[in-house]
């Protein structure tokens, strides 16, 4: 299971903090992601980390504005978004995956309900 935390509503600019507990057979999982979605468009994978090696990719839209980290409890992932702007407004959700880490949705086995981000 994976309960995301810390959506809401903020203004252009804003640096909220999204939150991932996983729990169950996600915990045992290899990688953990970010992904964003908007009504009428495909997921977008925004930012995933490998939780055995540690290494980090984040798509080209994010970079230098967001950042994945993982607790040390090491069930928990954290995306800090920094200088929001409106197009970043999305359902955001969480995933993660027992063989693969990419940043494309096939790749992961276990998903959250998704929070809402919305920028204005």
């Known amino acids: 299971q994976l309960v995301e935390s810390g959506g809401g509503s903020v203004q252009a600019g804003g640096s909220p903090r999204l939150s991932c507990v996983a729990s169950?057979?996600?915990?045992?999982?290899?990688?953990m992601a970010w992904f964003r979605q908007v009504p009428g468009k495909e997921r977008e994978g925004v930012a995933r980390i490998d939780t055995v090696g540690g290494s980090i990719v984040y798509a080209d839209s994010v970079k230098g504005r967001f950042t994945i980290s993982q607790a040390s409890a090491k069930n928990t992932v954290t995306l800090q978004m920094n200088s929001l702007k409106p197009e970043d407004t999305a359902m955001y959700y969480c995933a993660a995956g027992i063989m693969w880490c990419g940043l494309a949705q096939s790749e992961y086995d276990y998903w959250g309900q998704g929070t809402q981000v919305t920028v204005s």
């Open positions: 169950g057979y996600t915990y045992s999982s290899n990688c």
